[in-house]
């Protein structure tokens, strides 16, 4: 069986022979997808460079996901505001549409593993208490100790904002790795991860493994933690990383974890020998885990990713189709003039209804979607926010989604679902003190219908008090907006064009003339913008007379083409117009272009 491989596709031998996997594979510019060059009537495949991409469990994989294609295609057809749809499997593999051709970097490897991705692991797994122990006795000196730093940074990868850990190492005595936060788990967001990861390089390895104190300490850890009602309030889990174990420790077991077994122990045996494998075994099975050993560098990443075929079994046994949305990220493919493109992505757990296959609890993969973060936001009624509003949509876990000039008023934010408040009070002057945003005082909160998402709406202090609303008759309207000098800011929704197919190809001002004039029963649009929209177009309408008797006067441009920045957009007014809106009634703005 032949697959397109997203790296191989197009590559040809020294006799210019397609080579193994890599068969002819149409590609087009795309506008849709920023004119990068994809195939929308196919996916395509990658695999991690340290997976053997004709291994018979990947290549089986492959060719039963092939049937996504056609729903991929037809999710597109009936949407064509999706981009990236996507499959990860267990196993490793990426199902990608459109397909595309992937390169490595300068040096021939293509690092992106699917199952590392926080989409997967949100999807796959419930949010998750961890500690990490590892052995630094002295027989994990040199290989074995490297091959356990990077066993550790490896689980870390695996671990999403949604959960929290610590790690202790252990000897004759135990020491966090992080002194200044012992007794405690933290968040593992980036940040937090980094900052383990340095402190890991210091471990040295001396002296005798006591585990018993190890493991005493990570049970009153993940105990105490759990009774604070800060984490995950979901799984725990205990790592072992080790050369091996002289007992079962059952004792420990006893007292701290059974009969309940509420946390799993997953224990990673360090090096080529097993004489302790036995216990290290034990002990993982003994309490709903999962024993590996690892021997070599190379063995690490995969033998990490067993543990989370083990959380992923309750999900798949209760059938729980858990819909779960990232936090927002760049997409640096998509980029544009307009700079970058900020997402989210949904995506949930995909698993086989065959009985066998759900009583064993086995996870096949997750699938998702990546949705630009201005498709949620076109729910916003942007004109009713004022110049110096602001909205954002807040995800079902709490992460806040806006765009990026909001952002940094926002990094260290959460918001509490249930009150609808801030977990910190966040205030920041922006523009050189002329605004003051104070998200406690400033800051309203609603779900968004039939959606898993909270509206957030940051308004300037007065904003709404009063408001101005003109009458002016249809006809009138249409008469003025008919000009060949009015347009519309395309980017905001007076009309929702998506609905039906057949009016995706209308521009906002087709799509009001027509809804204005009844051709259109099937079209929605907001009928208050529109009678703003209709009004404004009547009482501006005299200007154009006015600016062509100055022009028959001057010889200036009165648009240039560089003046195309300074148009409306999806996410706010015009600075000219903000300058100028800021200014006392009667003054002027003048902006003077630096480059004349």
Request: charged share 25%; net charge negative.
């Amino acid at each position: 069986y032949e697959y397109f491989n997203a790296v191989l596709i197009n590559e040809r031998d020294e006799d210019g022979n397609f080579v193994d996997l890599g068969k002819e594979f149409l590609l087009l510019p795309n506008d849709h997808f920023n004119n990068l060059p994809v195939n929308i009537t196919l996916s395509d495949v990658q695999v991690p460079t340290n997976v053997y991409n004709k291994d018979p469990e990947i290549v089986n994989g492959i060719y039963w996901s092939e049937s996504l294609n056609k729903v991929f295609v037809d999710n597109f057809d009936r949407d064509p505001s999706l981009i990236w749809q996507y499959f990860g499997s267990a196993k490793g593999f990426f199902r990608q549409y459109p397909g595309i051709k992937w390169e490595p970097d300068e040096n021939g490897v293509i690092a992106f593993d699917c199952r590392n991705r926080k989409w997967y692991i949100q999807a796959a797994t419930s949010p998750k208490d961890v500690v990490i122990l590892v052995d630094v006795s002295g027989s994990m000196k040199g290989l074995r100790l490297t091959i356990a730093k990077q066993t550790v940074s490896s689980i870390l990868d695996t671990l999403g904002d949604d959960d929290f850990f610590n790690i202790i190492a252990y000897n004759e005595e135990i020491q966090y790795v992080e002194p200044c936060l012992n007794g405690t788990l933290v968040q593992a967001d980036r940040n937090n991860k980094e900052h383990f990861r340095e402190h890991l390089d210091k471990l040295s390895a001396k002296g005798i493994g006591m585990l018993d104190i190890a493991l005493n300490e990570a049970f009153d850890l993940l105990n105490e933690f759990n009774h604070t009602g800060e984490g995950s309030i979901c799984s725990q889990a205990i790592m072992l990383i080790a050369d091996g174990a002289v007992d079962t420790y059952d004792t420990i077991f006893a007292k701290y974890n059974w009969p309940d077994r509420k946390v799993r122990i997953f224990t990673y045996l360090i090096g080529r020998e097993a004489a302790f494998a036995d216990n290290m075994k034990w002990m993982a099975c003994a309490n709903k885990g999962f024993f590996t050993q690892i021997s070599t560098l190379a063995d690490v990443q995969e033998n990490v990713m067993a543990y989370l075929h083990v959380l992923s079994r309750p999900k798949v046994i209760d059938q729980e189709h858990d819909i779960v949305w990232t936090e927002a990220y760049v997409d640096s493919t998509l980029a544009n003039d307009q700079g970058l493109v900020l997402m989210t992505t949904v995506a949930m757990p995909v698993f086989s209804k065959e009985n066998e296959t759900r009583s064993k609890g086995v996870l096949l993969g997750v699938v998702g979607t990546d949705v630009p973060v201005k498709e949620l936001l076109k729910a916003i009624p942007k004109y009713k926010l004022g110049i110096h509003g602001y909205a954002f949509a807040i995800t079902n876990n709490g992460y806040i989604l806006t765009h990026p000039e909001l952002r940094p008023l926002l990094r260290n934010a959460m918001v509490n679902r249930k009150t609808g408040k801030f977990s910190m009070e966040v205030k920041k002057t922006v523009d050189k003190g002329k605004r003051v945003l104070v998200m406690t005082n400033d800051y309203y909160y609603t779900d968004i219908k039939g959606t898993p998402f909270s509206l957030g709406v940051v308004l300037s202090r007065g904003h709404g008090k009063y408001f101005f609303r003109g009458n002016v008759t249809v006809e009138e309207g249409l008469h003025d907006l008919d000009h060949h000098d009015v347009s519309l800011a395309d980017e905001w929704t007076y009309c929702n064009t998506d609905l039906h197919p057949e009016h995706r190809h209308l521009t906002q001002l087709n799509a009001i003339k027509k809804y204005l004039r009844g051709k259109e029963p099937l079209l929605e649009c907001d009928k208050e913008l529109i009678q703003e929209v209709l009004f404004d177009a009547v009482v501006s309408a005299p200007l154009e007379a006015y600016w062509t008797s100055l022009a028959l006067n001057k010889s200036e441009d009165f648009l240039t083409s560089e003046d195309r920045e300074s148009i409306y957009n999806a996410d706010h007014f015009p600075l000219w117009y903000r300058r100028a809106a800021e200014q006392i009634p009667g003054s002027f703005v003048y902006s003077i272009p630096f480059s004349t």
